[in-house]
């Protein structure tokens, strides 16, 4: 069996954006999140997290949309500096340039929208990715988004594939599953190979 690579740091996140490594970038909001986040609405205001949010299609979708409480975290200058360059009115204070796992839950989110980071990272950081998420919601907040139900096989970079059943694993500790189930609606290359999750924090 071939190893994961154990150095998946900003270093090697920074590597790919550098030599243009970053075939996950869809370049636009993703059908499913914008019909996510279309049926939502803005009149609410919640406080969203988008973690690993590379270029930030969807955090420039949501605050073109009237969410002013988007927060987006990403360890890779690149990443935010691209979102701050396309969107020079996103507030600065809403970009963390941190990593996932040492956010502050003070104060809590509402919503944490998922794609593509969760594959991002080594599988062995799947149950600590649920348990954060979790901890930085508050009680009755959503993790919303889409998870790879597919094999990469042998790979020993991202992404990194998986099940359902693996990943309901995760998430069961802390979660109630209102929905959890093949997307519909995917980018032509992700048909038939996403999950569709709306997840409520117990
Ligand atoms: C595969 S890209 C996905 C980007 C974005 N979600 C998208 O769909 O276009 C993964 C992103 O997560 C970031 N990342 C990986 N591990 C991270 C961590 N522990 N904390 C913060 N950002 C991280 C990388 O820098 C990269 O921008």
């Keep these: 069996m071939k ?7 900003a270093a090697y996140w920074r590597q790919r954006y550098a030599t243009g490594r970053d075939g996950w970038d869809a370049g636009a909001p993703t059908p499913p999140l914008r019909a996510y986040f279309d049926q939502l609405g803005p009149a609410a205001q919640p406080r969203i997290l988008i973690p690993g949010v590379g270029r930030g299609y969807e955090a420039e979708y949501l605050h073109r949309a009237g969410f002013r409480q988007v927060f987006v975290a990403d360890f890779a200058p690149e990443a935010l500096g691209a979102l ?3 969107v020079p009115d996103f507030p600065a204070a809403h970009l963390l340039p941190a990593d996932f796992f040492g956010l502050s839950n003070d104060p809590p989110y509402d919503l944490i ?3 593509t980071f969760f594959c991002a990272l080594a599988p062995a ?14 009680p009755g907040g959503t993790l919303a988004g889409l998870l790879f139900d597919t094999a990469f096989a042998g790979a020993t970079e991202p992404p990194f594939g ?11 500790p802390y979660f109630t599953f209102q929905h959890f189930a093949p997307a519909t ?5 992700r048909q038939g190979k996403e999950l569709f ?4 924090k117990n």
């Design 197 to 200: 999750i709306c997840l409520k």
């Design 185 to 189: 609606n995917s980018l032509r290359p």
């Design 113 to 115: 929208v998922e794609q």
């Design 84 to 86: 701050a360059a396309r």
């Design 162 to 172: 998986g099940t359902a059943a693996e990943y309901r694993a995760y998430f069961a």
């Design 125 to 138: 950081q799947r149950p600590a990715y649920a348990r954060q998420c979790a901890r930085l919601l508050r």
């Design 3 to 9: 190893t994961v690579s154990s150095a998946l740091d």
